[in-house]
């Protein structure tokens, strides 16, 4: 397997975006990954991802997640196949189901369904479009013209274009049996968040699983992990609302402190199949230039 270890700053203002791709590019970081962060001041993924790899030549850029279902996946297909053609090999489309904050849900309105009844806002519809607009999406990345009559989306004859010379691979977030089982039937890879190495294991076996079912397989150097890093101890109220949100997990196996740390519980994942990081800093952009020199000496020479 091949060890690839990217960044995720979450939050980055349009202000700094500029400097911040160019020091990645100059350190020859693996990969910038975008957060959907709608309502901060963060830079949209999409538009983040299209400025980033038009101003390199080599660093990957990812969406670590962008939300599905509330996108028109037509034009998702369409946006992403543009990209795929400008800079092969270097685009990285991370999917998942909902945007992290409740508050943003309602800018993702779920599409009408057949006889005009727009579906209730529940996980489970929420979990019906995503499924839909994940097939009209590959479907569009892979085929000249498609026509396609589901429940949410309807369209014949339909193509975004000249296609991508090499398959667009589709990644999905998520950690629930729900979102497990969808990775296995649908997805290319899977980019966990906030799970031990234990849960990650548990986590590649039932996709594994779910894959085998439906006559697929995920390919085994497609699983990765969001890392959180601190580089000192987390204040009391963090650690409170890690163990609230994650009871049986210590918070140590979701959030190390040091190098150290970081490179031993890496190396834990590893273990169990992960191979593919994204680390984000627990620091304020400040201290991003001296994170950015140290990850470059500590964590680099770990890929493979």
Same mark, same amino acid.
């Given at each position: ?9 979450? +939050? ?38 299209? =400025? ?11 969406? *670590? ?16 196949? +543009? /990209? ?5 090999? !270097?685009?990285? %489309?991370?999917?998942?189901? $909902? ?15 057949? *006889? ?10 929420? #979990?019906?479009?995503? &499924? ?33 010379? !090499? %398959? ?10 729900? $979102?497990?089982? !969808?990775?296995? !039937?649908?997805? &290319? #890879?899977?980019?966990? +968040?906030?799970?031990? %190495? ?25 699983? #990765? ?5 601190? =580089?000192?101890?987390?204040? $009391? ?20 402190? *040091? ?5 031993? /519980? ?6 169990? #199949? ?18 950015? &020199? +140290? ?10």
């Amino acid at each position: 397997m091949k060890v690839r270890i990217g960044i995720g700053f979450g +939050s980055v203002a349009p202000a700094g975006f500029a400097a911040l791709v160019d020091r990645l590019e100059k350190l020859e970081i693996d990969s910038l990954w975008l957060s959907e962060q709608l309502s901060t001041p963060a830079v949209d993924p999409l538009a983040g991802m299209a =400025f980033a790899l038009g101003r390199t030549s080599r660093l990957k850029v990812g969406s *670590g997640v962008a939300v599905l279902p509330g996108r028109n996946p037509v034009l998702l297909a369409k946006q992403l196949g +543009s /990209l795929a053609l400008l800079a092969p090999r !270097r685009v990285l %489309p991370v999917l998942g189901l $909902a945007p992290g904050r409740p508050e943003d849900r309602p800018a993702y309105p779920l599409p009408e369904g057949r *006889g005009g009844v727009r579906p209730a806002g529940t996980a489970g519809r929420r #979990g019906a479009v995503f &499924d839909e607009a994940l097939d009209v999406l590959r479907r569009l990345l892979r085929e000249p013209r498609v026509t396609f009559h589901g429940e949410f989306f309807d369209f014949t004859d339909v193509g975004i274009g000249e296609l991508p010379t !090499r %398959p667009l691979d589709i990644w999905l977030g998520g950690a629930a049996p729900a $979102a497990l089982r !969808r990775i296995g !039937r649908f997805g &290319d #890879g899977w980019l966990a +968040s906030m799970v031990s %190495p234990e849960q990650a294991a548990a986590g590649i076996a039932e996709i594994q699983q779910a894959a085998v079912a439906a006559g697929r397989r995920i390919d085994d150097d497609h699983f #990765g992990l969001s890392l959180r890093v601190a =580089f000192a101890p987390p204040p $009391a109220n963090a650690l409170a609302a890690l163990r609230r949100r994650y009871p049986d997990v210590d918070p140590s196996r979701l959030m190390p402190v *040091g190098w150290a740390a970081a490179r031993e /519980l890496i190396g834990e994942y590893l273990a169990v #199949g992960v191979s593919k990081f994204v680390v984000h800093p627990a620091t304020t952009p400040d201290g991003w230039p001296s994170f950015l &020199d +140290s990850f470059a000496a500590e964590l680099m020479p770990l890929e493979s």
